[in-house]
């Protein structure tokens, strides 16, 4: 059992035990592990130092090193499963990547904390303890990434962030639970039921850059210059964190389609946080040329998006790919 640290609330130190304001990141490997009473017991344990970021500083390059140590891990037989220490801000993103780039059946669980290791009723190490747990358990094998926290495992395509600051942030809207986890004790609930990671067609292996994507976030009265910005900027494909299932003003639909017969790929997904937005529903997709994103929220749609393009899908494919995974 391995562990990737790579910073987060759960290696952060603050002044004080209940002082709110703290430094993420900051604490290694060994100081988390070594904070966890009988966590060498639940499995033998190797690890290292991955990175030491907020996961507000989780980029593309981070990921695609992420996946290739991952992979790497497995494929050498070095890992029967691995735990990755992540801040919660973006686990949801890494966790959702992993989920379609790793190749192999063996848990890849995700853990983090809200509050810093040095806080009165830290909840990092319980976590961790669970984290570890599940992924030394073959049981978790072949559902994907799971993130494993205050005492839920939630698959990584499903999961999102939903309070700023409680220690119960994480949920599953409409899909649920893969399982639960008490002090090691662990139940599963069920299988994620769309293709991940040895079963998803997407792989970073080799050269590979992830193209632009950018997320624009909509709102009444909403500028519709931002679309050409992000579109003269670069951007290979647009994110519309739409209003309600999805939807933008007409005049920011009217870009939409100009962007979109210049061939940059925009996916409408929605500000609200559960629920599908479905094909020409309120908006003309197939008038406008845009691709609806199901399931997905904004992040994890540009996620997939960006594995689409490096996969060079063209514009029917990509929505058949938001219907699949
Ligand atoms: N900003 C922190 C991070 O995502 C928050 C956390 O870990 O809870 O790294």
Redesign the pocket.
Known sequence: MHILAT????A?SAPSPVDPGYD??VLGFTALVDAVPGLRSVAALTGEQFSE????DMSDQLWLKLAARVNGLFSADEADGIVIT??????EETGFFLHLVVKSQRPVVLT???RPATALSADGPLNLFNAVSVAADPRAGGRGAIIAINDDLHSARDVTKSSTTDVQTFVSPDAGLVGTASYGRLRYFRYPTRPHTADSEFTVEGEVVLPRVDILYAHANMPADLVRASASLGARGIVIAGVGNGNVSSEVAQTLADVASDGVIVVRSSRVGSGDVGRNIEMDDDGLGLVASDQLNPQKSRVLLQLCLVRGLDRGLIQDAFYRY
């Open positions: 910073g987060g609330t759960i952060g993420a990141g970021v907020g996961s507000q992540h801040g919660t801000d973006t686990a983090g904390s809200m």
